[in-house]
């Protein structure tokens, strides 16, 4: 049993995740020129799996709670920042039957809207593969500070 950040939420094991390094490339590469490169950080990629799983949850309908959609709770409580006000993050979503297909989606969805602001230089990734459903979900947070 794992817990979601300070809410107790019990998260069941419908689905295997592990770290995609195809999505983390995807993501790291899709940055513009005109921004500093965005860094891998492990507790904004704690939150991208919270979110991820909690969704996988839901959509399997095993999950008590929504699915995480504001991820800036989380960075707080986590450690990434000490004031709600001074965290800025996003969650950025994508699902297909192939993780390919999962990776594209949320890069396509957002490399434009959010790759290309530059306040955001950390992210974190994850992937989980739905062997029951047959699809993959992936989900990225891009994160920065006020």
């Known amino acids: 049993m794992v817990t979601i950040f300070s809410s107790g939420v019990p998260l069941a094991p419908s689905a295997h995740a592990a770290p995609s ?9 899709a940055r513009a020129t005109s921004c500093a ?18 969704s996988d949850n ?10 995480v959609t504001d991820p800036k709770s989380g960075l707080k ?7 709600l006000n001074n965290i800025k993050g996003q969650l950025l ?7 390919d297909g999962a990776i594209h ?9 959010k790759f290309d ?5 950390d992210f974190g990734v ?10 993959y979900l992936s989900s990225v947070v891009v994160a920065g500070h006020y």
């Open 93 to 99: 979503n994508g699902a297909a039957n192939t993780e």
């Open 21 to 29: 390094a195809s999505l983390r490339n995807a993501v790291a590469s």
């Open 58 to 67: 839901w959509l399997n309908k095993v999950g008590t709670h929504y699915p």
């Open 77 to 83: 409580d986590l450690g990434y920042g000490n004031d």
């Open 37 to 54: 490169p965005m860094q891998y950080n492990p507790i904004v990629e704690q939150v991208a799996e919270v979110s991820n799983r909690t």
């Open 117 to 121: 602001d530059c306040s955001f230089t």
């Open 105 to 113: 989606g949320v890069i396509l969805e957002y490399v434009y809207d």
């Open 126 to 135: 994850s992937m989980i593969h739905d062997e029951q459903a047959g699809f």
